[in-house]
């Protein structure tokens, strides 16, 4: 006995309802048949180049997730302040992946994109909706790649949009995308990499199709009425190139190799002068040290350089306006630490100044039970303010500095003094420091 379909059946048959054919006079230029000819194309490749990106893209998107939480805290961010370069390596990882997938997202569409120009261009709704997929995620994952290497560049102007929020946001589409695109591709990514040839007789498939080519038993076994593509001739390996599919996969890990050998010295000191690429030199710089952005930029010169300036302590025991002379009053305390730019550029360098948890001692907290608002002389610019919260307050290498390599501070590092902490991404370091305001908890 039959049971009538129930809703189920009935949309999936809705779904996989044959649309009019499309004209045939259209299919012109790519749409011929015959136009891709590569005997490299396979699922198989496709299949390898996919693995490799979606591990990239995880890895680039936990470490994103990191970064971000730590500047945009939620009530349950914790972020421990050694050790001292935790961030710097969980950010340097994140550039350098995301650097790392431009060559592979290259290599991985140029696999599949004979797929954009299938005849018919939607077979029925079900095939339109899987395309449309595709689109969302080429788009989101190509949009991460530019912002993220015009924001590595600090070219901000083709991007109307702020790009923190956009790159975040889009890496969440472009997770959802992939992790969608995976479940449905697994059958065929398991099927391409089982087999053990990899010659196949479908070079366009590239991926995208179920594999109707009828040489394998889930082929076979598949209940879904296959959807035959016309049929690819079968090629010989390219006697122009020789190049194998083994032969290919090497040359995008040799390319993946050379852009990371040609940027990540920005971070890993030993290799900054095989960088090419890098937009910073960890050592180029006033002192010794980068600068993203300036003291004129930041419209701060004629504040900074004023003798009236004073820096406002507010605490629980009230509030002191204190100059230069009486921060360098203080014990004096030297440390080693990075600056560790968002956008991948790292650089060591030695600090003096005043404990934070001394000052906010003074003020009447206590380190343990207060977090410090930070505000600079800038009147405006995004960070002019953070937030030092207990692990970084209480951390006695986190400092008030008022010098830098064993010299005062350079106007452009934050002359009159500005604040160093352990394992915390540049832009909250914050620089020519006007107040600091104690909290209690
Ligand atoms: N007041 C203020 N502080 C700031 C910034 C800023 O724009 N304004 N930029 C931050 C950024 S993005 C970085 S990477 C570090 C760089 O410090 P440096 O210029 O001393 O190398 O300063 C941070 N401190
Ligand atoms: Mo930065």
């Known amino acids: 006995m039959t049971a009538a379909p129930g809703p189920t059946e009935r949309l999936a048959a809705l779904l996989r309802r044959s649309l009019p054919p499309a004209p045939d006079r259209l299919r012109r230029g790519p749409w011929r048949a015959g136009t891709f000819t590569s005997p490299l194309r396979s699922t198989r490749l496709t299949a390898q180049l996919g693995i490799a990106l979606a591990l990239a893209f995880l890895t680039c998107f936990l470490t994103g997730l990191i970064s971000h939480f730590i500047q945009h805290p939620a009530w349950w961010t914790y972020w421990p302040s050694r050790p001292v370069s935790l961030y710097r390596v969980t ?46 995620l080429v788009s989101a994952a190509l949009f991460q790649v ?39 591709k697994l059958p065929l990514i398991r099927a391409a ?29 598949d209940a879904r009425p296959a959807v035959v593509d016309e049929p690819i001739p079968l090629v010989a390996p390219n006697p122009a190139t020789g190049l194998t599919r083994r032969g290919l996969l090497t040359a995008a890990g040799a390319a993946v ?40 930029s930041a419209g701060v010169v004629h504040l900074a350089r004023d003798p009236a300036y004073r820096l406002d302590v507010a605490g629980p025991a009230g509030s002191v306006r204190l100059t230069v002379a009486d921060l360098a009053a203080f014990p004096q305390h030297t440390v080693s630490l990075p600056i560790t730019c968002v956008e991948g550029w790292s650089a060591a ?27 600079s002389l800038q009147t405006s610019g995004r960070y002019r303010l953070s937030t030092i919260e207990p692990p970084h307050l209480g951390d006695p290498l986190t400092l008030i500095a008022l010098r830098l390599n064993g010299a005062t501070l350079h106007i452009d590092h934050g002359y009159p003094c500005r604040l160093i902490a352990p394992s915390r991404p540049g832009v909250l370091q ?9 909290e209690e908890l």
């Not at 990882?93 to 994109?113: D, E, F, N, Q, R």
């Not at 914050?430 to 104690?438: Q, R, S």
């Open 91 to 136: 950010q340097g990882i994140h550039v350098a992946t995301g650097l790392a997938i431009i060559p592979m997202l290259g290599a991985k569409l140029w696999s599949v994109y004979p797929r954009l120009f299938t005849w018919p261009p939607v077979r029925d709704p079900a095939h339109a909706i899987e395309r449309a997929s595709i689109a969302v």
């Open 430 to 438: 914050t620089k020519w420091l006007a107040a600091l305001t104690v």
């Open 146 to 184: 530019v912002t993220g290497l015009l924001d590595v560049a600090l070219w901000y102007a083709p991007m109307p949009f702020f790009f923190t929020a956009a790159h975040y946001w889009t890496a969440w589409l472009a997770v959802g995308a992939i992790v969608t695109h995976i479940g449905v």
């Open 349 to 375: 360098a030695r600090w003096t100044g005043v404990r934070l948890r001394d000052l906010v001692a003074y003020a009447g907290g206590d380190a343990d039970r207060t977090r410090v608002h930070a505000r």
């Open 193 to 221: 990499l089982a087999r053990r040839t990899g010659l196949t007789s479908r070079p366009e498939a590239g991926g995208d199709a179920p594999d109707a080519g009828g040489d394998t038993p889930e082929a076979g076994a």
């Open 257 to 296: 190799a050379a852009v990371t050998l040609a940027t990540v010295g920005q971070t890993v000191r030993p290799l900054s002068r095989v960088s090419v690429l890098a937009p910073r030199r960890p050592d180029i710089g006033p002192q010794g040290l980068p600068v993203n952005k300036s003291a004129v």
